[in-house]
């Protein structure tokens, strides 16, 4: 089993920054991707950036390229996303998750950071 725990979110202006952090612990030695996952209220959950720890590939979506930077430390055991130039729009609950598997869905979640960005 894998947990996952976040951290960073608040309350931003539009413009600013914040660094989420996400902490895994368990059976860290299974994921394979680390991601980023988003979902504002009436909206579909989105993955917003992903990680493969192996190679380092990343994904971003295409709202938040050139804005979002997703990184990883200590093996797979963090992942951080950094959120630059904020928008109102970017304005959602953030969800830390992780797969088993480069191929696989993900199996494992946070219970979720909100983050604010006001105008």
């Known amino acids: 089993q894998v947990q996952l725990v976040e951290s960073g979110g608040g309350l931003v202006q539009a413009g600013g920054s914040l660094r989420l952090s996400c902490a895994a612990s368990g059976r860290t030695f299974s994921i394979a991707n680390m991601g980023w996952f988003r979902q504002a209220p009436g909206k579909e959950r989105e993955l917003a950036a992903q990680i493969n720890r192996s190679n380092g590939a990343t994904y971003y979506v295409a709202s938040v390229k050139g804005r979002f930077t997703i990184s990883a430390e200590n093996g797979k055991n963090t992942v951080y996303l950094q959120m630059n130039s904020l928008k109102p729009e970017d304005t959602a609950v953030y969800y830390c998750?992780?797969?088993?598997?480069?191929?696989?869905?993900?199996?494992?979640w946070g219970q979720g950071t909100q983050v604010t960005v006001s105008s």
């Open positions: 998750a992780a797969t088993e598997t480069v191929y696989s869905a993900y199996k494992y």
